[in-house]
Each structure stands twice: as structure tokens, then as C-alpha cells.
Nanobody, 132 residues
């Protein structure tokens, strides 16, 4: 059974930092790419970051470079999203998702970033709220 569980969200003041965690089971880093998306009320879900460890692919949305970074711990089956210098515009529910990428025609973590319609598995999301 596949499970994806996000944690680490919360309420933070502008300028603060949060580190989100995505813990998964039933998947492997070698076969699957992992992505972070976010969705603010009334807006579409957007790709934030992704990683495919097998070929070293990583992606951070251009608008977030310099503030957000992605990293992982394969011994803990965990992908992290480090978010610094947060501002109210970062307020959203953050989701972790995954897609099998090994020998797939779709590279889930390409140069253009992840697309939500390509996700196979989703976590329940974690809320991030940034106050001004």
C-alpha cells in the first residue's frame, strides 16, 4: 500500500522559515520522482519543486529560487522542502506527490517542472499560513 504523509506546516510570520517533510512508503527513490505542489484558495495547484534521484533531476520554480530548496534522505524515505523568507503570498496548502518515472514515457521531474495531472499518488497536504 502506498502512503504519502506531509508534515511541518503551520503559521509563521513573514520572513520566517518552515521545513516541510514528505514521508512515503510503498514507493522507492530509484523508481519514483517526487514533487511538491501548492494550492492557495481560488487558485490552481502549481508545481513548486521536484526531485528524481535516479538521474539527479531537481527543479525549483523560478519564482521561488533562492528561497526554497528541496532535499531528501533516502534512508528515511523522506523528501523535504525548505522554505525561507516566507511571505504572505506563500500561504497555501502544500502537497507532496509521486509518479513512477523509471522506464516511463513521462519524466515527472523535467526541466519544466512537475504537472499535477501527471501525479499518481498524493498526500493529504499540510497548511502553510504566513502572516504579515
Amino acid at each position: 500500500e502506498v502512503q504519502i504523509v506531509e508534515s511541518g506546516g503551520g503559521l509563521v510570520q513573514a520572513g520566517g522559515s518552515l521545513r516541510l517533510s514528505c514521508v512515503f512508503s510503498g514507493l522507492t527513490f530509484d523508481d519514483y520522482a517526487f514533487a511538491w505542489f501548492r494550492q492557495a484558495p481560488g487558485k490552481e495547484r502549481e508545481g513548486v519543486s521536484c526531485v528524481y534521484r535516479s538521474d539527479g533531476s531537481t527543479y525549483i520554480a523560478d519564482s521561488l529560487k533562492g528561497r526554497f530548496t528541496i532535499d531528501w534522505d533516502y534512508t528515511k524515505n523522506t523528501v523535504y522542502l525548505q522554505m525561507n523568507s516566507l511571505d504572505p503570498g506563500d500561504t497555501a496548502t502544500y502537497y507532496c506527490s509521486s509518479r513512477k518515472t523509471l522506464r516511463s514515457s513521462v519524466h515527472f521531474c523535467s526541466l519544466y517542472g512537475p504537472a499535477p495531472e501527471n501525479s499518481d499518488y498524493w498526500g493529504q497536504g499540510t497548511q502553510v499560513s504566513v502572516s504579515s
